[in-house]
Each structure stands twice: as structure tokens, then as C-alpha cells.
């Protein structure tokens, strides 16, 4: 494989929403994003999210877990097959269980499988040698960010919020060089995002999200139900900091006796002001704010961002990025980073003590 060279990489993704896998193309030398490619989709279906929704919290060994890393490598082989071109493969994995204090993370999916099947060069576990560094292991899109702040011609700092099964910010200052440079970037999970809504859906109403916020919009907050939510002590605590899917999962016992509307409300706020308590720990007030992952396609969500928030909130695709598709990309992109040696997050991304390339590659 070359080496410090633009590569066509594609990356894949598979959140703990339990949407589906997405894989997106990249040209890149793991730097600067020179163009990018051709993306895809392939959701789980029904059957398929009740099996991964039955294995999270799980690690290898444990009960559904085989049977769910064959759902996610097949899944994966399927829509990675419907591409061409690529020079290396950037596969994260199903996220089933992350606790970077204890047991570690755990993501289903062997990228050595896909790549004697793909026959390409995969990189893969992502997450695990900044875990064992001492890292949070997550976020890990935030180098990614940087090179997006470079590609759209930020000037000031400003902050990319993925709001996915959980939320995380990737605060910038685009005027440094790299992303690994001091005061280049700070970023943290900001607390639950659409992980919680969505199983209270699946609980109240057997449908996977709300779609276009309409259930959220019929109901109100409940202010005593927030102000509970707000008092959990992972708000205050000094970033850098990660979350587990389920780590806030009594949300749905504080709204336990809402009707369907207000305890949808009710959570969507949750959501947004676990965002604006991020804000304080931002090194200065963004800009502006780039919202990517399904939580943008929320309107009642993005509603209550521009609200409660001093900068302009808007979808990425305000400045000409895929909010569907920028995780994948993100992947693609640390791949090619893996690739050329060069570090994937560092202490004010992960809080791992020095900067680390976390991955191996298979079939290179």
C-alpha cells in the first residue's frame, strides 16, 4: 500500500440508533479531504434490530453476541460489495457494549472476515488501543471534524454536534494546523441523544424514532422531569468524557407517568439541554453549529437548539456535507490516518494520555 498518499478509502458506519449501515467514499491522505464519494445505506431490518437491540450491554462470549456479529459482518459485506474503486476499507463495527473504565468497549465485527471476503485491506477496532491508553475510546470523529472545518473554509471556532443514539460535540479552532496541535480541538459525548427517544417509541408506540419530531410536537416538557435529568453528575464533570448507550436509562422512569406526547417532549428536551450544558465547557463560544446524525432531521429538537443556544444552529448540509454519511466518512478518513501512522485522537478528544493511532489492519 502506498504510504503519505491520497487514498480512495470507504468507511462504514453502524450506530447504536440500529438504523442500518451506512458506508460513504473518500479521497483523502488523511489530512486534507481532496473529494468525496459515492455513499450507501443498508438498514436493518425489523428482525434484524430486535437481535442487535437484544445483544447490547453484551461482550464477546456472552449469549447472542456470535449471532449478532454475523448479522453485522453480513450486513456490511452486502453493502460493501456494491462498491468500487476503493484502496482500503475503514469498518467500526457494531458498538454492542463501551465502558472505557471497566471492561472496555466492545464492538461486534471481525474486519480480518471482511477483508479475506472483500479482498481489500481493512481497518478496524477503532476504539480499543485508546482504551487501553487510558482514553475514553469516543469520540473518535473529531480529527474528522477538523479536516471538515478546514474543507469548508471555517475561520473561527466553531463546533460539529452529532446527535446519534448518543450526542457528542467536537468543539474547533480552524486555525491551527492540525488536529493534533494544542487547542485544535476539544470534544466529548454531550449526553443522550436519540437512543432513549427511540426505545421509548419502540415501548410506547412499536414505531423505531419519531419521525419528524410529530409525536414531540403534540406534547409539552415537563419541567420536573428536566430539572431530575439535569442533576445527574456526569453534566458538570470536565470533558474529556464518553457515554455507553444505556448509560442513561432510567430517562424512561422519569417519564413514566407522561402521557406519549409529553414524555416525547420531554425527552427531545432532554436532549437538547444536555447540549447546551456542553456549551460551558467549550474553550470559547462557537460560531456557529454544525448538526449532523439523525437528531437534525428533528425539527422539534433543532427548535429547541436555536432556542436555548447563542450561535447559529444548522444541519451540515447547510455548508454542502452529508449529515447521513459524514460517520462513515469519518471512518474512511482515520483508516487512511491508520494507514500512514498518524494518530486517530489524543487527550483533548479522548482524554487518552498521548496521542494514539488506534486499529489494526487485516488483508494489507
Not at 501512522?341 to 489492519?361: E, N
Request: charged share 20%.
Amino acid at each position: 500500500m502506498r504510504q503519505h498518499q491520497a487514498l480512495w478509502a470507504l468507511g462504514t458506519m453502524s450506530g447504536t440508533s440500529l438504523d442500518g449501515v451506512d458506508a460513504a467514499m473518500l479521497k483523502t491522505d488523511g489530512q486534507t479531504i481532496f473529494e468525496i464519494g459515492k455513499t450507501g445505506y443498508r438498514a436493518y431490518r425489523a428482525e434484524e434490530q430486535a437481535e442487535l437491540r437484544a445483544a447490547l450491554g453484551k461482550w464477546p462470549g456472552d449469549a447472542g453476541v456470535a449471532g449478532a456479529t454475523t448479522l453485522v459482518e453480513q450486513a456490511h459485506l452486502e453493502l460493501l460489495s456494491e462498491f468500487d474503486g476503493a484502496e482500503l476499507i475503514g469498518f467500526h463495527g457494531q458498538t454492542l457494549a463501551h465502558d472505557p473504565r471497566g471492561r472496555g468497549t466492545h464492538q461486534a465485527g471481525d474486519g480480518a472476515n471482511l477483508a479475506e471476503k472483500l479482498g481489500l485491506p481493512v481497518v478496524w477496532d477503532f476504539r480499543s488501543a485508546d482504551v487501553e491508553l487510558g482514553g475514553e475510546g469516543a469520540p473518535l470523529a473529531p480529527f474528522f471534524h477538523f479536516a471538515c472545518a478546514k474543507w469548508i473554509g471555517a475561520k473561527e471556532p466553531m463546533a460539529f454536534l452529532n446527535l446519534g443514539g448518543v450526542g457528542n460535540i467536537t468543539w474547533i479552532d480552524p486555525n491551527r494546523e492540525r488536529p493534533e496541535d494544542d487547542g485544535a480541538l476539544l470534544a466529548f459525548d454531550t449526553g443522550p441523544a436519540n437512543a432513549p427517544l427511540n426505545d421509548l417509541m419502540m415501548q410506547r408506540r412499536d414505531q423505531p424514532f419519531d419521525r419528524n419530531g410529530a409525536l414531540a410536537a403534540q406534547g409539552d416538557v415537563v419541567a420536573g422531569a428536566l430539572e431530575l435529568f439535569l442533576d445527574d453528575p456526569y453534566f458538570p464533570k470536565i470533558p474529556p468524557k464518553s457515554l455507553d448507550r444505556d448509560a442513561f436509562s432510567d430517562m424512561l422512569d422519569l417519564v413514566r407517568e407522561l402521557d406519549d406526547a409529553d414524555a416525547a417532549a420531554t425527552m427531545t428536551g432532554m436532549a437538547a439541554a444536555a447540549v447546551m450544558q456542553a456549551m460551558v465547557h467549550c474553550p470559547s463560544p462557537p460560531a456557529r453549529l454544525l448538526v449532523t446524525g439523525g437528531g437534525r432531521h428533528n425539527p422539534v429538537m433543532m427548535d429547541m437548539l436555536r432556542a436555548g443556544l447563542d450561535c447559529p444552529v444548522d444541519p451540515v448540509e447547510a455548508v454542502g456535507l452529508d449529515g447521513d454519511m459524514l460517520e462513515a466518512q469519518a471512518f474512511a478518513y482515520l483508516a487512511v490516518r491508520i494507514a500512514n501512522g498518524m494518530p486517530t485522537s489524543g487527550p483533548s478528544t479522548t482524554g487518552v494520555r498521548a496521542l494514539v493511532g488506534g486499529g489494526t489492519i487485516s488483508g494489507a
